[in-house]
């Protein structure tokens, strides 16, 4: 569920001093960074204060910027598969210790196409 605007005011004084503003913040950035809260960004979601309340919904430009982030999240994943994938075959490494795919099984490209069709659809 999406949390209120501002909501690291609120838990700074429920929190009366047993964490520093900079750690707050850091952990904030990082849970409402995961997928699945900018999932639960989506135009007109309630957002909810510290105790659960409703305090106001989700706008489009808010929306927005959650889906470009997934975006951006997601082809951070793909370059660095496509990366360790293309150093594997340059170098004949196996990746994690596996052996190379070989003709009998899909390549790794093959199978992030597979993934990326499936979500398109």
């Given at each position: 569920m999406p949390l209120k605007i501002g909501i690291?005011?609120?838990m700074l004084v429920a929190l009366n001093g047993a964490i520093k503003f900079d750690q707050l913040q850091r952990a904030l950035a990082e849970y409402t960074s995961v997928p699945g809260y900018l999932r639960?960004?989506?135009l007109?979601?309630?957002r909810c204060d510290l105790y659960g309340g409703s305090a106001g919904v989700v706008t489009h430009e808010e929306a927005a910027y959650a889906k470009a982030a997934r975006k951006r999240q997601r082809?951070?994943?793909v370059t660095t598969m496509?990366?360790?994938a293309s150093l594997a075959v340059a170098t004949g490494r196996?990746?994690?210790g596996?052996?190379?795919a070989g003709p009998e099984r899909p390549s790794l490209i093959d199978l992030r196409a597979a993934g990326r069709l499936r979500r398109s659809e």
């Amino acid at each position: 569920m999406p949390l209120k605007i501002g909501i690291h005011a609120e838990m700074l004084v429920a929190l009366n001093g047993a964490i520093k503003f900079d750690q707050l913040q850091r952990a904030l950035a990082e849970y409402t960074s995961v997928p699945g809260y900018l999932r639960s960004i989506v135009l007109g979601a309630r957002r909810c204060d510290l105790y659960g309340g409703s305090a106001g919904v989700v706008t489009h430009e808010e929306a927005a910027y959650a889906k470009a982030a997934r975006k951006r999240q997601r082809t951070i994943v793909v370059t660095t598969m496509e990366t360790t994938a293309s150093l594997a075959v340059a170098t004949g490494r196996p990746l994690s210790g596996a052996p190379l795919a070989g003709p009998e099984r899909p390549s790794l490209i093959d199978l992030r196409a597979a993934g990326r069709l499936r979500r398109s659809e």
